[in-house]
C-alpha cells in the first residue's frame, strides 16, 4: 500500500510542529507557506510553553533539549502596575522556569524549521484553492487537490489547515467566521530600549508588564533583540476599525492619540508611548465561538487557530497548536504505521481537540471580559496569580 500524501497549509507553531512530528516517525508531508523565508516577517513577542501542552510537543518532536538552550531566564518576571506605577504584582517564582518557560516566537519557530528537512517546506507559495479531487459520481470526495501560485496544483490524501485566523481549509468544513471581540489592540515597540532609555526598564521589569486600570490596559513585553513590546488595549467595535487605522498612520498623530486614551496616567508609564518607535500596528482580535465544532469530512482538518482561534488574554494559543498538531502527528503515523484508516485516525484527534481546547477558549473569552472591565486591575492580579 502506498504512503498517504499529506499536505499542511501554513508554516506557523501549529503546521512545523505537524510537519516535524510527523518526520520523526518516518512520514513525509508538504509543507506550504507563503513566507518567502524564515525571517521574511517579523513572528512576534516571547511566550511561554506549558507542561501539558506545548512543553508536550517539543518532546514529541525530539527538540526538548534544544529549546531549553533557547529558553530566556530573565524573561520569567511578571509584574501588575496600576495607571500611578504602583506594583500590585511582583512574581519572579522559580517553578516558573519549568512550568512555563519562556522563548521568543522568532527563536522557536526558527528551531522547528531547522529541524525539518528543507525539501518538506514550499516557501513564497500563495495557496490559491483547496478543491475535491475527481470522483465517480455519486462518490464523496476523500482526496482534495491544492492549487498554488495560479497555475500549479498537486493532490493529497489529507489535507491539513494551519492557515490561521481566516482559513482556507476551515471553508470546507464550516461556515462559520471569526466574529470580533469588540478590542483592538495598538502594537508599539521600543528598539535598544535598555541602552536608549533605562529607566524604563525600572517601570516594566525583565519579562512583562501588565498595566491597568479602570477598564484601560498596556502591556509591555522585553524581547531577546532588546526590543520593548507594547501592546495598548482599546474597546472599539469592528466599524471602527478604519477610524482607528486611520489615526495610527502617522507617527506623530498615533502618539497623540494613544496619549489622550491614557491621559490621566503616570508620566513615566505614558513615555512609552512618548518615546516609542514610529511604526504602529493595529491588531483586531477575532475569535471562533466557544464551543466551536465542525462536520468531519474525509481528507481534510484543522489544527491551531484555524480550529479554535481564541483571543490572547489566556495565553494558551500557541501552546494549544502545538499540542494539536503533535497529537494529530502522533495518531497519522500510528495509523499509517498500522494500515489503521487515515479517517479514523483524524476522527479520534478531533474529538480529543474538542475537549482538551475547550477549557483554554472558555477562559480566554471569560478573561478577554475581566482584563477590559471596570475592576481590571484587581482581576488581573488573581488571574496572573493562579
Not at 221 to 233: E, P, W
Not at 364 to 371: H, V
Request: aromatic fraction near 6%; glycine fraction near 8%.
Amino acid at each position: 500500500m502506498s504512503t498517504p500524501q499529506i499536505a499542511i497549509v501554513g508554516a506557523g507553531v501549529a503546521g512545523l510542529t505537524l510537519a516535524r512530528v510527523l518526520q520523526v516517525h518516518g512520514v513525509g508531508s508538504t509543507l506550504f507557506e507563503l513566507d518567502t523565508a524564515t525571517q521574511s516577517r517579523d513572528q512576534g513577542g516571547t511566550l511561554d510553553l506549558h507542561l501539558e501542552s506545548g512543553q508536550v510537543a517539543l518532546h514529541a518532536m525530539g527538540l526538548f533539549s534544544k529549546f531549553q538552550t533557547l529558553v530566556r531566564d530573565d524573561a520569567q518576571e511578571t509584574r501588575v502596575i496600576d495607571k500611578h506605577a504602583k506594583i500590585h504584582l511582583h512574581d519572579n517564582s522559580p517553578k516558573n522556569f519549568v512550568e512555563k518557560p519562556e522563548i521568543d516566537r522568532g527563536d522557536l519557530r526558527q528551531l522547528m524549521i531547522d529541524a525539518i528537512d528543507s525539501n518538506t517546506i514550499k516557501w513564497g507559495t500563495r495557496v490559491d484553492e483547496i478543491k475535491p479531487s475527481q470522483t465517480q459520481a455519486g462518490l464523496t470526495a476523500t482526496k482534495y487537490t491544492v492549487v498554488y501560485n495560479s497555475d500549479q496544483e498537486e493532490t493529497f490524501d489529507l489535507v491539513v489547515g494551519a492557515d490561521g485566523a481566516w482559513s482556507k481549509v476551515r471553508k470546507l468544513l464550516s461556515d462559520t467566521l471569526p466574529c470580533h471581540s469588540g478590542i483592538t489592540l495598538v502594537e508599539f515597540r521600543i528598539s535598544e530600549f535598555r541602552a536608549r532609555h533605562p529607566k524604563l526598564l525600572d517601570l516594566v521589569g525583565a519579562g512583562s508588564c501588565f498595566m491597568y486600570s479602570g477598564g484601560q490596559g498596556l502591556v509591555a513585553q522585553v524581547n531577546a533583540d532588546r526590543t520593548l513590546r507594547i501592546y495598548a488595549t482599546l474597546s472599539a467595535r469592528e466599524d471602527q476599525l478604519s477610524e482607528i487605522r486611520s489615526a495610527i498612520s502617522n507617527p506623530d498623530n498615533a502618539r497623540r492619540y494613544l496619549l489622550g486614551h491614557f491621559a490621566d496616567w503616570d508620566e513615566g508609564i505614558k513615555d512609552l508611548i512618548r518615546v516609542s518607535d514610529d511604526h504602529f500596528i493595529p491588531r483586531p482580535i477575532y475569535a471562533l465561538p466557544v464551543p466551536y465544532v465542525w462536520e468531519s469530512k474525509p481528507g481534510l482538518t484543522l489544527v491551531g487557530d484555524a480550529a479554535h482561534l481564541m483571543s490572547p488574554f489566556a495565553g494558551m494559543g500557541a501552546n494549544m497548536a502545538m499540542w494539536d498538531a503533535a497529537t494529530l502527528g502522533e495518531k497519522l503515523a500510528h495509523a499509517i504505521k498500522t494500515g489503521k484508516p487515515l479517517t479514523d485516525a483524524v476522527a479520534e484527534y478531533e474529538q480529543e481537540m474538542y475537549q482538551k481546547t475547550r477549557p483554554a477558549t472558555t477562559m480566554s473569552a471569560s478573561n478577554m471580559k475581566k482584563f477590559m472591565s471596570p475592576n481590571n486591575l484587581e482581576l488581573a492580579v488573581q488571574i496572573l496569580t493562579h
